[in-house]
Nanobody, 119 residues
Framework: QVQLVESGGGLVQAGGSLRLSCAAS????????MGWYRQASGKQRELVAT???????NYVDSMKGRFTISRDNAKNTVYLQMNSLKPEDTAVYYC?????????????WGQGTQVTVSS
C-alpha cells in the first residue's frame, strides 16, 4: 500500500503562484512514477504532469511552461509549482502514484487539494 498526502492548495488571484506538495509513504519502493491530476467541477479528471523515479517528466501541452513538477527522493515528496495561474486552473488537484507489474497498472490517489484562482 502507498499513502499520499497533498498540501498547498488555496485561493490565489489570477497571475499568482502556488506550490503543491505530495508526501508519499508506505510501499514507495514499488512506485513506477508519480504525478498530478486535476478535476474541475462538472468535468472529468485530467492529467497535469508526471515524474518517474529517475526524474523524467511529462506535461500536458496546455500546462507546459507554467507548471513544473519535481521530486525530492530523500523526502519521498513530489511538488507541483504552478505559475501564472488562470481562473480555468481552478480545480481539485490530486496526487497520483502508480506501479506497473506483470499483472498490470495499479493507481494510488491522495485525497485532493482545492486550488481556486480568482479573476
Amino acid at each position: 500500500q502507498v499513502q499520499l498526502v497533498e498540501s498547498g492548495g488555496g485561493l490565489v488571484q489570477a497571475g499568482g503562484s502556488l506550490r503543491l506538495s505530495c508526501a508519499a509513504s508506505g510501499s514507495i519502493f514499488s512506485i513506477t512514477a508519480m504525478g498530478w491530476y486535476r478535476q474541475a467541477s462538472g468535468k472529468q479528471r485530467e492529467l497535469v504532469a508526471t515524474i518517474t523515479s529517475g526524474g523524467r517528466t511529462n506535461y500536458v501541452d496546455s500546462m507546459k511552461g507554467r507548471f513544473t513538477i519535481s521530486r525530492d527522493n530523500a523526502k519521498n515528496t513530489v511538488y507541483l509549482q504552478m505559475n501564472s495561474l488562470k481562473p480555468e486552473d481552478t480545480a481539485v488537484y490530486y496526487c497520483n502514484a502508480f506501479r506497473v507489474s506483470a499483472s498490470g497498472r495499479y493507481d494510488y490517489w491522495g485525497q485532493g487539494t482545492q486550488v481556486t484562482v480568482s479573476s
